[in-house]
């Protein structure tokens, strides 16, 4: 199939596309360095470069020959302000800046190297080097948040919820991050896994068996077409690989301020891996039970001494099978990525991605009654092993520019081509009891889908005080444009007894006539506001609004793409999206904040039948603590949230393409997370979320019904030891209540509870690391459901009691 990269694109998008890439021309080149200074310091002895260090500096520095002995610096030249010379000096070192409450820096191992020798003695007590300097909060340095070796399980800060690096102890939302030590600890292979179990109110699933992975957040579902965010740009449609994925923010409750198509729950949006200045590699082989293998490398470091172009590869190699039958999956994950940083003014970053999964996806166990049918949850009801190709190629950018200090820019675009293609069958025909049997009606579908699609925005922030008020302000635009190409060769396929089941009776090569055909183009376009006000240094005020106007529409035909093409029917709407907060710092360690915040979704298209736009609106209270040293956080909400213009799928068809309006839902709950450092020794994650959501207003006869996959009471614990430097321990418990399996409330998916453990060593040889992990999840082996897919023909059972092992290199 030939494809157009650019195709049909409009004015307004080619402006925002094509205008900032010639701005950048004129930006990148006269940059001055400004507030830094030229340092050239060769590498030498740790000590002797410390001394030349702070004649350059200024900046007197006090250290102790203990740690500093037998240790060589790194070279520093360029324009650099202090801080970043002084980390580039220790880059490689062991040694790392360490802040203290008295604003004093001290210099203490980073655990990445042996220690030297004079440091070596069983039980020694290790000195610290003190440099009395200004220097900044580690917290706030975002070498400190990408550091490979970073285990730590709290973020203080998080741009998802406002598109700035604003502390999160200051943000009059809930936003909750989930970072790279979290998802060491628990071997997550998937995003789902990430987010299941982590935060509150959240769940993940993989919607449409193995091809889209979605989020219900605060009782509100996703599209089911996957509805993740990449960097803060959207990118629907795929099952994301966690192989260059650094952390993964949660916004909850509308934001569509900022990120326009959203729904009102609230958004998942993964942070990606990018380029470091300093080298770093690692290899990892992972196995597992029922036939699990994962091979994942990263790679990062500068390419020229100037350290002026980095680059970084990550990548995976996975050949899974399953405890279910034919269900599998061998992927190919590959994600290079460049920096450019000329000077201190700009900075430039460029990445691709490529996927390709063979796959058969999992349609689960369909209801009997009041529950999942009683059929072992290992039998699918597919028809064997074959499997679809999905390919996946993604490309994009990012650049920002600092005018000064207080004022920058930034555009960031990306491009998506996801192809499916091959056999596969579905459960639309129903379940039928004839003569006691039941019987599972399927269509055989064989044929291609391609969806296009093209992100992009542009932001302007600057900080400015005005009359003694503090204001950061962000102005912005965005757009999304998608196209969605769909050809299929369907016929109805043997029926299969669901207790007594045939394989073997699907002759997929005799599809050859294409007879179903769908197109769907989408054009999103929006312009933003928002400002951060301080009033005496406590009081925290947050205004914003936002202009959409989308223009969308699709349509299904039996004759032809060219007639889907020709009779798909646009419709338009726009809309204004407010969102305002307060937050009051009641203590340095605890806040206290509420918001009201609407959202837009866009108009409903099924098919050729188009329904009003979804919008919800919502209003929260909550409680944020910190500790004084920033590493242990806690955060409680209370919500009331709703939607309306729902959709759900008709309950006369099992074709998840047909929908119909169900109305207006209301979500209501509490919400508790906590994360972080306790001790030295022990990492501590728990989340706990009460949630209410129900249909209120109705047009299907779903109303007082409860929301399909919410349940009411959900929780988790999990924490992890730390004997030494060497072994770590962890234990932890999931527990969900019941919850019903579609929005007609037919039938229920029993609460559970699973327990999880992990134990690791690391040994290390020289400057490298060996690490031995095993984790053990359902150690009590419960027989579960996870989720459904909103109908009664999908339930998807948990994996038993499993082992996944690891060897991991670094170095």
Same mark, same amino acid.
């Given at each position: 199939?030939?494809?157009m990269?650019?195709?049909g694109?409009? !004015?307004?998008?080619q402006?925002?596309?094509y205008?900032?890439?010639?701005?950048?021309?004129?930006?990148?080149?006269?940059a001055?360095?400004?507030?830094?200074?030229?340092?050239?310091?060769?590498?030498?002895?740790?000590?002797?470069?410390?001394?030349?260090?702070?004649?350059?500096?200024?900046?007197?520095?006090?250290?102790?020959?203990?740690?500093?002995?037998?240790?060589?610096?790194?070279?520093?030249?360029?324009?650099?302000?202090? !801080?970043?010379?002084?980390?580039?000096?220790?880059?490689?070192?062991?040694?790392?800046?360490?802040?203290?409450?008295?604003?004093?820096?001290?210099?203490?191992?980073?655990?990445?190297?042996?220690?030297?020798?004079?440091?070596?003695?069983?039980?020694?007590?290790?000195?610290?080097?003190?440099?009395?300097?200004?220097?900044?909060?580690?917290?706030?340095d975002?070498?400190?948040?990408?550091?490979?070796?970073?285990? /730590?399980?709290n973020?203080?800060?998080?741009?998802?919820?406002?598109?700035?690096?604003?502390?999160?102890?200051?943000?009059?939302?809930?936003?909750?991050?989930v970072?790279?030590?979290?998802?060491?600890?628990?071997?997550?292979?998937?995003?789902? /896994?990430?987010?299941?179990?982590?935060?509150?109110?959240?769940?993940?699933?993989?919607?449409?068996g193995?091809?889209?992975?979605?989020?219900?957040?605060?009782?509100?579902?996703?599209?089911?077409?996957g509805?993740?965010?990449?960097?803060?740009?959207?990118?629907?449609?795929?099952?994301?690989?966690?192989?260059?994925?650094?952390?993964?923010?949660?916004?909850?409750?509308?934001?569509?301020?900022?990120?326009?198509?959203?729904?009102?729950?609230?958004?998942?949006?993964y942070?990606?891996?990018?380029?470091?200045?300093t080298?770093?590699?690692?290899l990892?082989?992972?196995?597992?039970?029922?036939?699990?293998?994962?091979?994942q490398?990263?790679?990062?470091?500068?390419?020229d001494?100037?350290?002026?172009l980095?680059?970084?590869?990550?990548?995976?190699?996975?050949?899974n099978?399953?405890?279910?039958?034919?269900?599998?999956?061998?992927?190919?994950?590959?994600?290079?990525?460049?920096?450019?940083?000329?000077?201190?003014?700009?900075?430039a970053?460029?990445?691709?991605?490529?996927?390709?999964?063979r796959?058969?996806a999992?349609?689960?166990?369909?209801?009997?009654?009041?529950r999942?049918?009683?059929?072992?949850?290992?039998?699918t009801?597919?028809?064997?092993?074959?499997?679809?190709?999905?390919?996946?190629?993604l490309?994009?950018?990012?650049?920002?520019?600092?005018?000064?200090?207080?004022?920058k820019?930034?555009?960031?675009?990306?491009?998506?081509?996801?192809?499916?293609?091959?056999?596969?069958?579905?459960?639309?025909?129903?379940?039928q009891?004839?003569?006691?049997r039941?019987?599972?009606?399927?269509?055989a !579908?064989?044929?291609v889908?391609?969806?296009q699609?093209?992100?992009?925005?542009? /932001?302007?922030?600057?900080?400015?005080?005005?009359?003694?008020?503090?204001?950061?302000?962000?102005?912005?635009? @965005?757009?999304?444009?998608?196209t969605t190409e769909?050809?299929d060769?369907?016929?109805?396929?043997?029926?299969?007894?669901?207790?007594?089941?045939?394989?073997?009776?699907?002759?997929?090569?005799?599809?050859?006539?294409?007879? $179903?055909?769908?197109?769907?183009?989408?054009?999103?376009?929006?312009?933003?506001?928002?400002?951060?006000?301080?009033?005496?240094?406590?009081?925290?005020?947050?205004?914003?609004?936002r202009?959409?106007?989308?223009t969308?529409?699709?349509?299904?035909?039996?004759?032809?793409?060219?007639?889907?093409?020709?009779?798909?029917?646009?419709?338009?709407?726009?809309?204004?999206?407010?969102?305002?907060?307060?937050?009051?710092?009641?203590?340095?360690?605890?806040?206290?904040?509420?918001?009201?915040?609407?959202?837009?979704?866009?108009?409903?298209?099924?098919?050729?039948?188009?329904?009003?736009?979804?919008?919800?609106?919502q209003?929260?209270?909550g409680?944020?603590a910190q500790?004084?040293?920033?590493?242990f956080?806690?955060?409680?909400a209370?919500?009331?949230?709703?939607?309306?213009?729902?959709?759900?799928?008709?309950p006369?068809?099992?074709?998840?393409?047909?929908?119909?309006?169900?109305?207006?839902?209301?979500?209501?709950?509490?919400?508790? @997370?906590?994360?972080?450092q306790?001790?030295?020794?022990?990492?501590?994650?728990?989340?706990?979320?009460?949630?209410?959501?129900?249909?209120?207003?109705?047009? $299907?006869?779903?109303k007082?019904?409860?929301?399909?996959?919410?349940?009411?009471?959900?929780?988790?614990?999990?924490?992890?030891?730390?004997?030494?430097?060497?072994?770590k321990?962890?234990?932890?418990?999931?527990?969900?209540?019941?919850?019903?399996?579609?929005?007609?409330?037919?039938?229920?998916?029993?609460?559970?509870?699973?327990?999880?453990?992990?134990?690791a060593y690391?040994?290390?040889?020289?400057?490298?690391?060996?690490?031995?992990?095993?984790?053990?999840?359902?150690?009590?082996d419960?027989?579960?459901?996870?989720?459904?897919d909103?109908?009664?023909? /999908? !339930?998807?059972?948990?994996?038993?009691i499993?082992?996944?092992?690891?060897?991991?290199?670094?170095f």
């Amino acid at each position: 199939m030939q494809k157009m990269i650019y195709p049909g694109l409009k !004015s307004w998008w080619q402006c925002l596309f094509y205008v900032p890439l010639l701005l950048t021309l004129f930006l990148v080149w006269p940059a001055q360095a400004g507030n830094t200074m030229h340092y050239e310091i060769a590498p030498q002895s740790l000590d002797q470069a410390l001394v030349e260090f702070s004649n350059a500096s200024g900046l007197q520095v006090m250290a102790d020959g203990v740690l500093t002995s037998g240790v060589k610096s790194s070279r520093v030249t360029g324009n650099y302000s202090s !801080s970043q010379a002084l980390g580039q000096l220790l880059a490689g070192t062991g040694l790392e800046v360490q802040s203290t409450q008295n604003g004093t820096v001290t210099l203490q191992l980073t655990g990445r190297l042996i220690p030297t020798a004079a440091t070596q003695n069983e039980g020694e007590t290790l000195p610290k080097v003190t440099v009395e300097a200004d220097a900044d909060n580690p917290y706030d340095d975002p070498n400190w948040a990408t550091d490979p070796y970073n285990k /730590d399980y709290n973020r203080p800060n998080a741009t998802t919820a406002t598109k700035t690096d604003t502390p999160i102890m200051e943000t009059p939302v809930s936003i909750q991050v989930v970072p790279r030590g979290v998802l060491a600890d628990k071997q997550t292979t998937n995003l789902p /896994d990430a987010v299941n179990g982590h935060v509150s109110g959240v769940l993940g699933r993989t919607g449409g068996g193995y091809l889209y992975d979605n989020f219900i957040i605060r009782g509100m579902a996703g599209s089911g077409f996957g509805d993740a965010y990449r960097n803060g740009l959207f990118n629907r449609q795929d099952i994301y690989d966690i192989a260059n994925i650094e952390q993964i923010d949660i916004l909850k409750g509308p934001a569509a301020v900022l990120y326009g198509r959203i729904e009102p729950g609230g958004l998942v949006n993964y942070v990606t891996k990018k380029p470091l200045a300093t080298p770093y590699y690692s290899l990892q082989q992972q196995f597992g039970s029922y036939d699990q293998y994962r091979t994942q490398f990263d790679a990062t470091g500068p390419i020229d001494k100037d350290k002026t172009l980095l680059y970084r590869v990550n990548g995976s190699y996975s050949d899974n099978q399953s405890f279910r039958d034919f269900v599998g999956n061998e992927r190919f994950f590959v994600a290079p990525a460049v920096t450019w940083r000329p000077n201190e003014k700009f900075v430039a970053n460029f990445e691709l991605e490529y996927k390709h999964d063979r796959l058969n996806a999992d349609y689960g166990i369909p209801a009997i009654g009041d529950r999942p049918a009683p059929i072992p949850i290992t039998r699918t009801l597919k028809d064997g092993s074959d499997r679809q190709l999905l390919e996946n190629t993604l490309v994009g950018f990012d650049w920002t520019y600092r005018f000064n200090e207080d004022w920058k820019i930034t555009q960031r675009y990306l491009f998506k081509d996801w192809t499916l293609s091959g056999p596969t069958l579905f459960n639309f025909g129903g379940l039928q009891q004839v003569n006691n049997r039941f019987l599972l009606g399927r269509t055989a !579908s064989k044929g291609v889908q391609d969806v296009q699609t093209h992100s992009t925005n542009l /932001d302007l922030n600057g900080k400015f005080e005005f009359f003694g008020s503090k204001h950061n302000l962000l102005i912005g635009v @965005d757009g999304f444009y998608a196209t969605t190409e769909a050809h299929d060769a369907d016929a109805p396929a043997p029926d299969i007894d669901i207790f007594n089941p045939v394989y073997g009776q699907v002759d997929f090569n005799a599809l050859t006539q294409e007879n $179903s055909f769908f197109y769907r183009k989408e054009n999103w376009f929006g312009a933003y506001i928002q400002d951060q006000i301080t009033l005496f240094d406590k009081l925290h005020i947050m205004l914003g609004g936002r202009y959409d106007n989308v223009t969308t529409g699709g349509n299904f035909t039996t004759a032809s793409l060219d007639a889907a093409k020709a009779g798909r029917e646009a419709k338009k709407d726009d809309a204004f999206s407010p969102r305002a907060g307060i937050l009051y710092q009641v203590r340095d360690w605890l806040s206290v904040y509420g918001s009201y915040t609407e959202s837009f979704s866009g108009n409903n298209n099924f098919g050729k039948t188009t329904f009003d736009p979804q919008e919800g609106k919502q209003y929260e209270l909550g409680l944020k603590a910190q500790t004084p040293d920033q590493r242990f956080s806690s955060t409680l909400a209370f919500f009331h949230l709703t939607k309306t213009n729902l959709l759900t799928d008709d309950p006369e068809r099992a074709d998840p393409n047909f929908q119909i309006l169900a109305g207006k839902n209301r979500s209501k709950g509490i919400e508790f @997370d906590l994360a972080g450092q306790v001790t030295d020794n022990l990492n501590l994650l728990a989340t706990y979320a009460y949630t209410q959501s129900t249909y209120t207003q109705d047009f $299907s006869g779903f109303k007082g019904n409860r929301l399909e996959n919410v349940p009411r009471h959900q929780g988790s614990l999990w924490g992890t030891w730390q004997f030494n430097d060497a072994f770590k321990v962890g234990l932890g418990v999931v527990a969900v209540g019941k919850r019903y399996g579609d929005a007609g409330n037919t039938y229920s998916l029993p609460g559970y509870v699973r327990m999880d453990a992990m134990a690791a060593y690391t040994y290390r040889i020289g400057q490298h690391r060996l690490t031995a992990q095993v984790n053990l999840n359902n150690l009590l082996d419960k027989e579960y459901f996870a989720n459904s897919d909103g109908g009664s023909l /999908d !339930s998807i059972p948990g994996t038993p009691i499993n082992v996944f092992g690891s060897l991991k290199y670094e170095f």
